[in-house]
């Protein structure tokens, strides 16, 4: 499913990292949180919003920390978080906007990132560095006044595996035309965390954790003030 761009585009170039999940995704309706992430960035900037992707973590359906990504979008001059997958995740037929254009105190609650995520503790070198040169983000200092809940028709959950054996006859035809592919390095692993094996929580302390939920308590206390 990653070299499809390969069979239908005219520009031969190498995509990046957010371009090539954010097309596989829009084309199939399958992926991670990085996925749509990626998604999100390209349609908003697409009508002209500036939007950056954000890694970090946040709490898993176990009740652990667990590796995430979600973006930043600036909105008539401000910044702010929104996280379309978990928003997706709790939807069940309505979006509630639990997880739209949000400030740094609202996300705080049930996200980390940047040099707060930092201090939590358990990232490699490499990884702070990173962070550091590119995922600080922005501060969002306000919350966008939340919209009335949305119904929404639940589309039943599309199957991988299909959607790879549909796509495979166009990629023989092409191949029988123009020749196998050659093989070609795609930047395709999530940052920060996709040399570590992508999304999990490895890389976390059970420390780190105890801080983490200790932060998490504290900002909750500070938004009911």
Not at 53 to 79: F, R, S
Not at 139 to 161: G, M, Q
Request: glycine share 10%.
């Amino acid at each position: 499913m990653l070299d499809i761009w390969r069979i239908r585009s005219t520009d031969d170039s190498n995509p990046s990292y957010v371009e090539i999940r954010a097309c596989i995704f829009l084309l199939t309706g399958v992926g991670a949180c990085e996925d749509y992430a990626a998604a999100l960035i390209m349609l908003l900037e697409g009508m002209g919003i500036e939007a950056k992707y954000m890694p970090g973590v946040t709490w898993g359906c176990n009740g652990g920390l667990i590796y995430h990504a979600w973006i930043q979008a600036k909105v008539d001059g401000d910044w702010y978080h929104l996280d379309c997958e978990l928003e997706d995740g709790i939807s069940n037929g309505t979006v509630r906007y639990r997880y739209f254009m949000k400030s740094d105190l609202a996300m705080h609650a049930s996200h980390y990132w940047g040099q707060n995520f930092i201090e939590l503790g358990g990232l490699q070198p490499d990884q702070i560095e990173e962070i550091t040169d590119n995922y600080l983000g922005e501060n969002c200092l306000r919350d966008y006044p939340t919209p009335a809940a949305t119904e929404i028709a639940v589309t039943p959950r599309k199957d991988a595996d299909a959607i790879l054996a549909g796509l495979m006859p166009e990629l023989h035809e092409y191949e029988e035309i123009h020749g196998p592919l050659e093989y070609r390095e795609l930047d395709v692993l999530p940052p920060v965390f996709g040399r570590y094996g992508g999304y999990r929580t490895s890389g976390i302390t059970e420390e780190s954790d105890v801080i983490f939920r200790g932060s998490v308590a504290h900002n909750l206390v500070q938004m009911a003030d």
